[in-house]
């Protein structure tokens, strides 16, 4: 495998969790270097049907985040919404314009397991240009908590851009933590 020199930050907004029921309904990426150095973004609302949206778009968790319920709800109704085949053909545009063919593209976030699951789902084509490999921040999360106690405060937003910034916050406290000894 040729060495990644860049990071594809991925974060995506869903109806919900059920990557079969669900779908997604905006998505952010940032390509970094290894310093975590923004290179390039890129942001999307995907069009989602009403009554999907209206049936799927319920419970405790779309209960306690109704203002950002309400904005996705408005921005999915909005003409800046896009259909799913558009916004899949300009994430490939995007990655070939910051990723050369032979160049891994490695997938990172929170819980990025989850998204990847969505794209399966609904973008094969996206699907089979990302790598198998995945930097998951929540794996650092799961470490850091459980043997060490240590926590990041990280807002939770539930909007796609903020929310992979906050992820590359995230890494970068718990790298601070660690120490490479030199060979």
Partial sequence: MTKPKKLLWMDLEMTGLDPLNDRILEVAVI???WNFKEIATYEAIKKVGPALVKRQMIGKFWED????????????MSEAAKNG?????????FIDTHFTQDEPVILAGNSIHQDRRFIVNEW?????RLHYRMLDVTA????????YRKKFAKPET??????????????????????????
Avoid: C, M, P
């Fill in 31 to 33: 390509v970094t270097d």
């Fill in 65 to 76: 985040n109704r203002a950002t319920r309400d904005a996705l709800i408005t921005q999915n």
């Fill in 140 to 147: 650092w999360k799961v470490v850091f908590e459980g043997k």
């Fill in 85 to 93: 085949r558009v916004v899949e053909n300009e994430l490939l545009t």
């Fill in 158 to 183: 539930h909007r796609a851009l903020a929310d992979i910034r906050g992820s590359i916050e995230e890494l970068r406290y718990y790298l601070k933590n660690v120490t490479v000894k030199e060979s």
């Fill in 124 to 128: 094969k084509r996206l699907d089979a």
